[in-house]
């Protein structure tokens, strides 16, 4: 019997610091997932805000007798309001807009989770008919 006892002994003292060995290897593994899975997040985020301002842009510029650039500037107003940081570097145009259609475009740079590295490139845009009288078909 006490051969048994030695040999599980050995077994248990060769295990140890294998947990802190473990963590050290999945620790950086984890940590990089949880930042990929915020910073993914945040990008979702920052396309959203693109998105509505684009639509809210296009709201304002489709309207009777509105030109384009009240859309662009409703857009801005709109990610002035919302956006804070989490969109960045924003630029908004109305180019693609006709006498008949309006297209607005947000384009910007989501936060990023790690400093100094810059956020993910986010461009959204959205178009509507422009709102006009129209003469009724034969």
């Given at each position: 019997?006490?051969?048994?006892?030695r040999s599980r002994r050995r077994t248990a003292q060769g295990d140890a610091g294998s947990a802190t060995l473990e963590i050290a290897i999945v620790g950086p593994a984890?940590?990089?997932?949880i930042f990929t899975i915020v910073q993914a997040a945040i990008w979702f985020y920052a396309r959203n805000l693109a998105l509505a301002a684009a639509q809210e842009g296009v709201s304002a510029g489709r309207g009777y007798g509105a030109s384009p650039s009240v859309g662009v500037t409703r857009a801005r107003s709109f990610l002035d309001r919302a956006a804070q940081d989490s969109l960045q570097s924003v630029a908004v145009s109305s180019s693609g807009s006709t006498a008949t259609r309006i297209r607005i475009e947000v384009r910007g740079r989501s936060l990023s989770?790690?400093?100094g590295i810059p956020g993910i490139s986010v461009t959204q845009s959205a178009q509507g008919p422009v709102e006009r009288f129209t003469v009724a078909g034969p």
């Open positions: 019997m006490p051969s048994r006892s984890l940590l990089l997932l989770v790690l400093p």
